[in-house]
C-alpha cells in the first residue's frame, strides 16, 4: 500500500475512458498501481465469479418503468465514461474509475438462482428488465454466457423480458429473442448516444461503433424483435445537438420507438467525467458543466424524483420539446407493445408428477 495516485497520466490506457482509479469511498486504505514494465498499461481486465444468494432485485422508484431486474454482471468492460452505475463498485470495495473497467464479476450461477426464484410460490410475474445497470452484452458475455443462460430460463418459463444495451452480441441470441418476441415475451432497447465515430470511441472506447449499432437495431427488427433507439445519456454541449438526426437513424435502421435520458453525474461520476472533459474537450468543459448545474440548481447532480433522470429548467425543457417534435414527426412517438404476463408458468422440474390432463 502507498498514498493513493489520482489523475495520473500514467493511468491513461488505450481502450479506456476512466483516467484516474481514486479508491472506493467506503474503504479505509488507498491503493496505488505500478506498471511491472516501462510502456505497459497498468490495468488489464480481470474476471471473478460470484455466487448470487438472489439475482432479482426490486425497486419501488417512480422514474423506472420496470420493478424488477437482474444483472449478470458487475462493473462493465464497455468503459462509459458517464456510467451512472460506476458507484456501484464503491460496494464491492473498488474503484468507480477504472477498476469499473477493468475488474469485472461474472455471476455463472445466476441462472439457476432465478429459476429458483421464479418456482417461489409467493413470486408474481411482471417484466425483467436486464441491462439496468451495466450491460449484458459487454464483451465478457461471449466467454461466460451468462445473460444467455438467463435468457433461456425466460424462454421456458415463458416470462417477459426488457433489455437494454449497446452490445452487438446480442445477435447472438436471435434464436431465443426471435422465439420470444413471436409470443409477446421480449422488447430491446439499443442505446445510440452520438454518430460521431471519434466521440463514440473516447467516451465509450469498447462499445460498438454507431454505425454497428444501427446494424443491431436493423437484425433485431428484421427479426421481429421490438426495438427502441435511446438517445441516451443526451450529453449538453457534446451531443445534444444531434438528437434529431440520432432519432432519424434509429428510424430508419427499423427502431419503432424511442426514450431519452439526460447526462446523469451521481457520486464518483462526476469527478470522472470532468477529468474526462479536461483531457477530451477542455475547449468545452466549461460550457457542459454550466449546462449541467443548470438543470441541477448549481450542482452537478441532483436525485430528487421526477427530475434525475431529464433536469429541470429551461435548458433541459428545450431538450424534451426537440425529442418530442422529432419522436412525432418519425412516428416514434408510441410506447413498445405491452409485454404478456398470462403465458407465464413453471416448467416440471425433473422427477416431477406430470399431469394427466
Known amino acids: 500500500m502507498s498514498d493513493k495516485v489520482t489523475h495520473d497520466p500514467a493511468l491513461r490506457c488505450p481502450g479506456r475512458a476512466a483516467g484516474s482509479n481514486d479508491t472506493g469511498r467506503f474503504e479505509a486504505v488507498t491503493r496505488s498501481f505500478e506498471p511491472t514494465a516501462p510502456g505497459e498499461s497498468v490495468l488489464r481486465t480481470e474476471v471473478r465469479e460470484e455466487t448470487p444468494r438472489k439475482i432479482i432485485t426490486y425497486n419501488r422508484s417512480p422514474d423506472l418503468p420496470f420493478d424488477r431486474s437482474i444483472n449478470p454482471y458487475r462493473g462493465c468492460e464497455h468503459g462509459c465514461i458517464y456510467c451512472f452505475a460506476r458507484p456501484s463498485h464503491a460496494w464491492l470495495g473498488l474503484s468507480a474509475g477504472l477498476d469499473f473497467e477493468t475488474r469485472l464479476v461474472a455471476r455463472p450461477d445466476a441462472p439457476r438462482v432465478l429459476a429458483r426464484e421464479l418456482r417461489a410460490p409467493r413470486y408474481r410475474v411482471a417484466p425483467i428488465a436486464i441491462g439496468t445497470n451495466t450491460d449484458p452484452y459487454q464483451p465478457v458475455e461471449k466467454t461466460h454466457e451468462v445473460t444467455r443462460a438467463c435468457l433461456k430460463v425466460l424462454q421456458r418459463f415463458n416470462h417477459p423480458v426488457a433489455i437494454v444495451t449497446k452490445g452487438s452480441l446480442i445477435e447472438r441470441d436471435l434464436d431465443i429473442l426471435s422465439d420470444m418476441a413471436g409470443r409477446g415475451l421480449v422488447r430491446v432497447g439499443i442505446s445510440l448516444t452520438t454518430l460521431d465515430p471519434r466521440l463514440s470511441r473516447r467516451m465509450e472506447p469498447r462499445a460498438p461503433s454507431p454505425a454497428r449499432r444501427l446494424q443491431v437495431i436493423e437484425r433485431l427488427a428484421g427479426a421481429g424483435v421490438p426495438v427502441r433507439v ?82 429541470s429548467g429551461t435548458y433541459a425543457r428545450m431538450i424534451a420539446q426537440r425529442f418530442d417534435l422529432a419522436a412525432k414527426r418519425l412516428g416514434l412517438d408510441r410506447a413498445q407493445p405491452r409485454l404478456r404476463c398470462d403465458l407465464f408458468k413453471p416448467p416440471p422440474k425433473p422427477g416431477d408428477q406430470l399431469s394427466l390432463f
Not at 230 to 259: C, F, N
Open 230 to 311: 435511446m438517445t441516451s445519456p443526451v450529453v449538453p454541449g457534446l451531443t445534444d445537438h444531434e438528437i434529431e438526426a440520432l432519432l432519424k437513424a434509429g428510424q430508419g435502421a427499423g427502431a419503432t420507438a424511442a426514450s431519452w435520458i439526460m447526462l446523469r453525474l451521481p457520486l464518483e461520476v462526476s469527478p470522472l467525467f470532468r477529468e474526462w472533459l479536461a483531457a477530451h474537450y477542455p475547449d468545452r468543459a466549461g460550457r457542459v458543466m454550466a449546462r449541467v448545474r443548470e438543470m441541477h440548481g448549481g450542482q452537478d447532480y441532483s436525485a430528487d424524483w421526477g427530475r434525475r433522470m431529464r433536469g
